[in-house]
């Protein structure tokens, strides 16, 4: 809290700063052209140098405009700046904690007479620490990748949607321990999808988890997919849960924006997966939006993508 507020006293004084600037200048202009012009047509002698009125109030309108795209940019690299900032907090607990439960698990399986049932006990929570990382690395990695990805470096081949949904949520559920209908799959399996797998399943794996990690047990996701007569697919990950404020509908997708609430912060997470998700259906030549009817009415995520996609590049 104390820092954030430290983030925001750093933002605020260069803006202020900076306006209070413009707002001189501004004055400066506005008064040294009346005053020269009320001379000009006053003293016939200096009226033949209007030119020199018009070059000076053009430079100040440079200067203006020099100084607000200063402040703008400044502005921006002190939120980037705080974004890093809470990505670094963000991923600094992703990494510690798995570790540090790791440890434990280690260090309790290193004890004497240990029961075969809580030996396994501790090895399945070490599978799911280790999972658990592996994802958050994966996205690390990935959202790093696509800053300079380039379009036509796709891997392109036809895709049984309902198979990999089938998959992904098969991942989720291990990964937060569902009961196989807390996700549900409604996809027709003769569903193909000509389009990069790998990066497919990165999107659907993503929405998966989002809908499970922000729904309260037992959870009600539900995944469908359709052709839609434009040549495009249709496919919707929706939950029950916590859903998302209309403000936050199209900021979920910048990077590291997690919204600000409880119900939020209480669980892991960077920021980071619907950066990837949205980065990836553009690539593959989709769209992502994401609707919700506010707090506490669940969340549809709405992926369309194009039935094959076009090779490029
Ligand atoms: N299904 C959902 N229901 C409610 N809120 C959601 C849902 N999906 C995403 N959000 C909101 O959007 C934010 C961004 O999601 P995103 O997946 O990018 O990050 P994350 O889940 O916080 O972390 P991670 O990088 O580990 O996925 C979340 O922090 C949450 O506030
Ligand atoms: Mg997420």
Same mark, same amino acid.
């Given at each position: 809290? *104390?820092?954030?507020?430290?983030?925001?006293?750093?933002?605020?004084?260069?803006?202020?700063?900076? =306006?209070?600037?413009?707002?001189?200048? +501004?004055? &400066?202009?506005?008064?040294?052209?009346?005053?020269?012009?009320?001379?000009?047509?006053?003293?016939?002698?200096?009226?033949?140098?209007?030119? &020199?009125?018009?070059?000076? *109030?053009?430079?100040?309108?440079?200067?203006?405009?020099?100084?607000?795209?200063?402040?703008?940019?400044?502005?921006?690299?002190?939120?980037?700046?705080?974004?890093?900032?809470?990505?670094?907090?963000?991923?600094?607990?992703?990494?510690?904690?798995?570790?540090?439960?790791?440890?434990? /698990?280690?260090?309790?399986?290193? %004890? #004497?007479?240990?029961?075969?049932?809580?030996?396994?006990? +501790?090895?399945?929570?070490?599978? #799911?620490?280790?999972?658990?990382?592996?994802?958050?690395?994966?996205?690390? &990695?990935?959202?790093?990748?696509?800053?300079? *990805?380039?379009?036509?470096?796709?891997? &392109?081949?036809?895709?049984?949607?309902?198979?990999? =949904?089938?998959? /992904?949520?098969?991942?989720?559920?291990?990964?937060?321990?569902?009961?196989?209908?807390?996700?549900?799959?409604?996809?027709?399996?003769?569903?193909?999808?000509?389009?990069?797998?790998? *990066?497919?399943?990165?999107?659907?794996?993503?929405l998966?988890?989002n809908a499970?990690?922000y729904s309260?047990?037992?959870?009600?996701?539900?995944?469908?997919? %359709?052709?839609?007569?434009?040549?495009?697919?249709?496919?919707e990950v929706s939950d029950a849960g916590i859903g998302i404020e209309q403000k936050d509908l199209k900021r979920v997708?910048?990077?590291?924006? %997690?919204v600000?609430d #409880?119900e939020v912060?209480?669980?892991?997470?960077?920021?980071?997966?619907l950066?990837?998700?949205?980065?990836?259906?553009?690539?593959?030549?989709?769209?992502?939006q994401a609707l919700s009817k506010g707090r506490g009415q669940g969340t549809t995520m709405r992926?369309? +993508?194009?039935?094959?996609?076009?090779?490029?590049?």
């Amino acid at each position: 809290m *104390a820092r954030r507020r430290k983030i925001r006293s750093s933002i605020s004084i260069p803006i202020t700063l900076g =306006a209070i600037t413009v707002l001189l200048s +501004l004055a &400066l202009l506005v008064g040294w052209s009346f005053l020269l012009g009320q001379k000009i047509a006053r003293s016939a002698e200096i009226a033949g140098d209007v030119w &020199l009125l018009v070059l000076g *109030a053009l430079s100040f309108v440079l200067i203006i405009v020099v100084l607000v795209l200063f402040v703008i940019s400044l502005a921006r690299g002190i939120i980037e700046v705080r974004k890093q900032d809470t990505f670094i907090d963000s991923v600094t607990h992703e990494l510690k904690s798995p570790l540090a439960s790791l440890q434990l /698990c280690l260090e309790t399986l290193g %004890r #004497q007479g240990l029961e075969d049932d809580a030996r396994e006990k +501790l090895r399945h929570m070490m599978l #799911q620490d280790v999972d658990r990382l592996r994802a958050f690395i994966d996205d690390v &990695l990935e959202a790093n990748r696509l800053s300079y *990805a380039r379009p036509g470096m796709l891997n &392109l081949s036809d895709v049984p949607l309902s198979e990999l =949904a089938e998959e /992904c949520a098969e991942a989720v559920r291990s990964r937060h321990e569902l009961e196989p209908d807390e996700i549900r799959v409604y996809v027709d399996p003769e569903l193909l999808v000509t389009t990069d797998r790998a *990066a497919l399943e990165i999107v659907v794996n993503n929405l998966i988890d989002n809908a499970a990690k922000y729904s309260e047990r037992p959870a009600r996701v539900q995944i469908t997919a %359709r052709r839609e007569s434009n040549n495009r697919v249709l496919i919707e990950v929706s939950d029950a849960g916590i859903g998302i404020e209309q403000k936050d509908l199209k900021r979920v997708f910048h990077r590291f924006y %997690r919204v600000e609430d #409880q119900e939020v912060r209480q669980r892991r997470g960077t920021g980071l997966g619907l950066f990837v998700v949205w980065a990836l259906v553009k690539q593959l030549g989709g769209d992502v939006q994401a609707l919700s009817k506010g707090r506490g009415q669940g969340t549809t995520m709405r992926v369309e +993508l194009p039935m094959a996609h076009a090779v490029s590049g």
